[in-house]
């Protein structure tokens, strides 16, 4: 393979590149037999935890594959998949990426198009996936990473305790309302925080809320003439209520805390609201996971100046044109993103744990739809009015919703996020976090303007 990385591409990799090396030992599990060895990247989410204790299946069907997985909290294993991919390492066969690589990996040749395989394999019925998810991981009309789930973003509450306070959550909550309510709910005295949202670094992570708050907010990272917009006033307002919010009526330590935190409080009955990733439901309604089964309800994401702001993402994998496995490794992919995996899933593990958000078909399962019944509507409400494409409310020349498609952003998402997480710890004020934020997008955006 030959690299095509641009300085551009370059400025995201540059920082994670040293943590390669032997990046494929830490955290794997499995192999160990005498057939092909695939060694498979992903994230220790719920979904993927399931995916490795079903794995054996998969090898039981394919006698002539070992499966070997590193499973590594999310920003850790962004920066090893990016540094292994970009450099055509080849420590990975099958790595967990999303939406956010996808387009800009396919376009650098990093990854391996998956389009043949997906016609060629019977019944596999790419045109299940859900519009937008699908269209997220295309470049030039091919597939090149298929969904394991697809997500969007929602705001779960205690509907007991809104009906005991005598609240009444809005049909679309704007965020002043969400705040309200937070205040009212608010009760660390006796373990309950009035809302819980990300404060830990990472452009994944705290980000990936907040930036639906500032576009919202009528924020944008660039204008159209990628001139840095981080310290304007819409981008301010909108950092500063997140920040406020949080701090006022959020959870100890929320600098500290990200999706993995927050679902484990909410789930333990410690928050009253939560604003996250519409995949949360597979543990939230997991009688095994949680103390809160039944007692939640779903509203959309919170707005102000959109008629709606949910994020769109998904964890898919793709194939690394370094693999020297690619036909072994779409065995794999294929089976643990097909219609069956979801019917395995539901059948050996439980139907709440199904992987939610990526085939429309799921939706039409019996067992599933008698689970789903609170969210499956509001879970596919929220992804098909998410566009990646006009999130925000004045022009810009990038697209995403909750993340800036341009390969710096790994980079300068996880400086800005810093910048953030600090201002919610009180170490700093939020405009000194803007006034640093700026900095680092205005040389991003130069680099921009000197490419015109």
């Not at 006698?63 to 962004?78: H, Q, T, Y």
């Not at 198009?113 to 019944?123: A, V």
């Not at 022009?395 to 710096?408: A, K, L, N, S, W």
Request: glycine share 10%; hydrophobic share 40%.
């Amino acid at each position: 393979m030959v690299l095509t990385c641009t300085l551009r591409t370059a400025v995201g990799i540059v920082a994670c590149a040293a943590l390669a090396t032997g990046c494929a030992g830490a955290g794997a599990v499995g192999g160990g037999g005498d057939g092909t060895k695939l060694v498979v990247a992903i994230v220790s989410n719920p979904q993927m935890e399931d995916a490795i204790e079903l794995s054996s299946e998969f090898e039981r069907e394919n006698p002539d594959i070992d499966l070997d997985f590193v499973s590594l909290p999310e920003n850790e294993a962004r920066a090893k998949i990016t540094a292994s991919v970009a450099t055509g390492g080849g420590e990975f066969d099958v790595v967990m990426i999303s939406n956010f690589e996808t387009p800009q990996w396919a376009a650098n040749g990093w990854l391996v198009n998956l389009q043949p395989y997906i016609d060629e394999t019977e019944g596999y019925d790419a045109d299940d996936f859900i519009p937008s998810i699908r269209e997220s991981l295309s470049y030039e009309g091919d597939m090149y990473s298929v969904p394991f789930y697809g997500e969007s973003s929602f705001l779960v509450y205690r509907k007991d305790l809104l009906q005991e306070a005598g609240l009444t959550m809005p049909d679309q909550p704007t965020w002043p309302q969400i705040r309200d309510i937070a205040a009212e709910l608010h009760d660390p005295q006796n373990g309950m925080t009035g809302i819980c949202l990300r404060g830990l670094p990472g452009w994944g992570e705290n980000l990936a809320p907040l930036n639906t708050v500032v576009n919202t907010f009528g924020g944008r990272w660039f204008d159209e003439e990628w001139n840095a917009r981080l310290t304007s006033p819409e981008f301010e307002e909108a950092v500063r209520f997140y920040v406020d919010l949080v701090q006022q009526y959020g959870e100890p330590g929320a600098a500290a805390s990200g999706y993995s935190e927050c679902i484990t409080r909410y789930s333990q009955g410690r928050a009253a609201m939560w604003y996250d990733a519409t995949a949360m439901v597979s543990t939230i309604e997991s009688p095994d996971d949680s103390t809160v089964v039944g007692q939640n309800g779903y509203a959309p994401a919170p707005v102000m100046e959109t008629d709606a702001s949910g994020w769109l993402y998904t964890w898919s994998l793709g194939i690394p044109e370094s693999s020297a496995h690619p036909d072994e490794a779409w065995r794999f992919l294929s089976w643990m993103t097909d219609k069956d995996y979801m019917q395995l899933v539901g059948n050996e593990i439980g139907w709440e744990r199904v992987p939610p958000g990526s085939r429309l078909s799921t939706y039409e399962i019996p067992e599933y739809a008698d689970q789903a019944e609170a969210y499956a509507e509001p879970t596919l409400r929220a992804l098909e009015s998410a566009d990646q494409n006009d999130a925000t409310v004045e022009p810009v020349p990038y697209t995403g919703i909750q993340f800036v498609g341009i390969p710096e952003f790994q980079d300068l998402g996880t400086r800005v996020s810093q910048q953030i997480s600090a201002a919610i710890a009180g170490q700093i004020g939020v405009d000194e976090a803007l006034d640093q934020a700026q900095l680092y997008a205005d040389a991003v955006g130069e680099s921009y303007q000197e490419g015109e």
